[in-house]
Structures are given as structure tokens and as C-alpha cells.
């Protein structure tokens, strides 16, 4: 009994964390005594908090927010731990801060953690390597930057004008791409369209694309209110003409590996692996037969002067795959996957051509970091990088 006693600090149970619902983002509120430690570890799906010398009464508690499905608490021996279940996903860099506050009454303390898919990496990009030049038997690469919208078209509101802010990335991917010594044609420099209708200006930006390498077209996404807390992150599309399911290629590092030391720069150049060309796919998405069996590239005709469609198909795919990984990487944005759609500028353009979704000015967080330009230089960072390696490793040689 006077053991019992002794540790009755133990035998204190915790209050149940406190769940409030707040715009964007999940705030989980932890009581605890003034002297109480904790440790947090992001699993991926789960935030671990690990509350030592806690006690804390087990169970299993839905909660169904888009940024919290639920929370487990778990006694081990004298330790609590307390599972919150992501759907949006947590990582070191990204998915939840936490701060400790004064409790409101008493001496103890609040931990607070917010969970929000929309908490990336706006920091300041480091100072990067040069860019690898490339180039495809001596000759320069030619890549076509299209800024969405423009003129009498703004694209998607919110806090920034999604015509704005495209204009302002592709300038980025434009700096980024030249300075790899690739030539850049963009589709826009300021404020304007080629046209008021809507076709023959998309039209007009798809034929810059003849005869250069690739197309990549830069837009920003928006959803209805009702969704509007939700609905977070980056998705790149490639054109197909039926749909196929999404697929969620890995981040890849934000810095270059080292190439081989024991080689020449020539060789070492030509060494470089390709890292990740397609992540694993969706666990929950079972491969389409063209996931499974690729067709080889050697049983494919010649990309020139007219590009197979099936060969545009699966090079635009893989292009996309590149360009959504680095982007992740530089970002550690909500991976919402490559997708297939039917979008005129992926469609009818006759070089590889990708459109990617930089985020949703609709999310009350995402929205506002698509307004900071160090995140502008991760995205146009993460796009040129997904660009070069695909031009490296990917392209065809003639
Ligand atoms: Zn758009």
C-alpha cells in the first residue's frame, strides 16, 4: 500500500489530449505537469509523442479531421504514448510543429502540436551545387516553360493570382535550367496571352514545343470550400487517353550525389544513376498492365521527326515522375502523385509534355506559402532539377 502511495505521481492519469479543428490545420492539446518530458517522432502516417513517468488511460479514439483520422493511447510500463494518425503525413521536415506553453491554470504545462499537411519547407534553399551541363550530341537541350493563364485568364484565385504566380516559378525554372546551360523558351514573360480565346492561345503556346525536347506547363490548383482544408500538395499530369491510377514516385535528396571519384568528369558524368525513376506505386492502387510490363524503349520507333503517341505517353510519364520526386524533395509538399489527364497543352503537344499542380491556393496554409518566394525557389529548384536529370538519364538519343 505504501508503495502504491509513493508513486502516486505515476497513477495520476492524463486528461485526454484536446482536439480542436482549426482552418487548415488540427491543434491536439496535451496537459501535462510542469516537470513532464516528451519526445515526438514522425512516422510517415503517425506522430509518435512518448511521455515518460505518464500514465494514461488506453483506447483508440476517432477524430476524422483531414489532417487527424485518430489517436491511440498506450500504456508501456511507465511510459504513455500517445499514436495521432496523419492521413496527410508527417516527416522531419514537415506535417506538424509543436510548441510548449504555461498551463491556463495551475503551474503545469501545454504541449501543443498543430498537424497540417500544408507545414513544408519554406526555408531559404542552401547554397547548391553548380548544375551539371547538358547537353545531347553537342548540342543544346531546348525546353518550354509555359506560365499558365495570362492576360484577360488569371487561373485560380486566392492569395496570390495563380497567372502571377506561375509566371513567377517558371522565371525561377527558366534562371535554374540556363544556368545548366539548356535553352529556355518561355511561353510568357509578363501579363499576356496570345490570344482572348482561350484554344487559340493554347494553341499558340503547344507549337513553341515543335521540335524542342520537352514542354513542361506550370500551373496552381483550387478546390471548392468544402474542401478547401483538405485538399493540399503536388501533383504533376502527363496526357493519356484513358485514365489510369495515380502513382506516388519517392522525394528524391535535395543535394546531388557525389559522382564517382575514380573516373574522369566526362565518365563521371555519364555514370550518374538514375535515382528512383518510379517510386513505389499507391499501396492501395493495384498497377495497370502498363505499370507491369513497360514496353522496351529499344522496340519503339525513332522519336523524330513525329513522335509515337505511346512513346510520348510513357516519356511524358516518366518526365512527370522526375519532376514530381525533386519537387517533393526541395519542398516536402503532400505527395498527391502523377496523374493522367486530358489537358490540351499535355495533349497536343508533340514533345514530352507534363503539367504541374504546384499546390492549392484553396488551403488557408498552402495558399499563403505559395505566396513566399523561398518556397517559389524550391518549387522552380525541384522542377529544373526533375527536368535535367530526365534529360540526362531518360532522353532519347538520336
Ligand atoms: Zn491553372
Redesign the pocket.
Known amino acids: 500500500m505504501a508503495a502504491l502511495l509513493s508513486t502516486g505521481a505515476l497513477a495520476q492519469s492524463l486528461p485526454p489530449p484536446r482536439i480542436g479543428d482549426q482552418p487548415g490545420f488540427a491543434r491536439v492539446v496535451l496537459d501535462l505537469p510542469k516537470e513532464a518530458t516528451y519526445q515526438i517522432e514522425p512516422l510517415g502516417a503517425a506522430l509518435r509523442v512518448t511521455l515518460p513517468g505518464q500514465t494514461v488511460a488506453p483506447g483508440l479514439h476517432f477524430v476524422s479531421l483531414p489532417e487527424l483520422a485518430g489517436y491511440v493511447l498506450e500504456q508501456h510500463e511507465s511510459q504513455a504514448v500517445l499514436i495521432l494518425f496523419t492521413p496527410q503525413g508527417v516527416t522531419p521536415r514537415s506535417g506538424y510543429k509543436t510548441m510548449t506553453l504555461a498551463a491556463l491554470q495551475g503551474d503545469g504545462q501545454r504541449l501543443v502540436i498543430d498537424l497540417s499537411g500544408a507545414f513544408v519547407d519554406t526555408s531559404p534553399l542552401p547554397t547548391l551545387p553548380e548544375f551539371r551541363f547538358v547537353k545531347a550530341n553537342g548540342r543544346r537541350f531546348a525546353v518550354v516553360v509555359d506560365a499558365?493563364?495570362g492576360g484577360p485568364d488569371p487561373?485560380?484565385l486566392g492569395p496570390v493570382v495563380?497567372k502571377a504566380l506561375?509566371l513567377e516559378v517558371a522565371l525561377r525554372v527558366r534562371r535554374f535550367l540556363q544556368s545548366a546551360g539548356v535553352e529556355v523558351i518561355l511561353t510568357r514573360e509578363s501579363d499576356t496571352a496570345f490570344s482572348p480565346d482561350k484554344r487559340t492561345d493554347l494553341a499558340q503556346r503547344v507549337a513553341l514545343a515543335e521540335g524542342k525536347d520537352l514542354f513542361v506547363s506550370i500551373?496552381?490548383n483550387a478546390t471548392v470550400p468544402a474542401r478547401a482544408d483538405a485538399w493540399c500538395g503536388l501533383e504533376v499530369y502527363y496526357y493519356s487517353p484513358t485514365a489510369t491510377r495515380p502513382f506516388f514516385p519517392s522525394p528524391a535528396p535535395l543535394l546531388p550525389a557525389p559522382p564517382p571519384l575514380a573516373l574522369d568528369p566526362l565518365d563521371a558524368l555519364e555514370a550518374v544513376q538514375p535515382t528512383q525513376t518510379q517510386g513505389p506505386l499507391d499501396p492501395g492502387a493495384q498497377p495497370s498492365p502498363e505499370d507491369v510490363n513497360p514496353i522496351p524503349p529499344q522496340s519503339l520507333p525513332s522519336p523524330t521527326p513525329q513522335m509515337n503517341s505511346l512513346r510520348r505517353m510513357e516519356l511524358s510519364r516518366t518526365l512527370a515522375s522526375r519532376v514530381l520526386s525533386y519537387t517533393l524533395g526541395a519542398t516536402a509538399a503532400v505527395n498527391r502523385g502523377v496523374r493522367s489527364a486530358d489537358f490540351f497543352v499535355i495533349r497536343y503537344t508533340s514533345v514530352p509534355a507534363i503539367l504541374v499542380e504546384m499546390g492549392y491556393l484553396s488551403h488557408p496554409i498552402e495558399g499563403q506559402n505559395l505566396r513566399e518566394a523561398h518556397y517559389l525557389d524550391r518549387i522552380g529548384y525541384g522542377i529544373a532539377r526533375g527536368v535535367l536529370e530526365y534529360l540526362e538519364s531518360d532522353q532519347p538519343l538520336e
Open positions: 499558365g493563364h487561373g485560380a495563380e506561375n500551373h496552381a
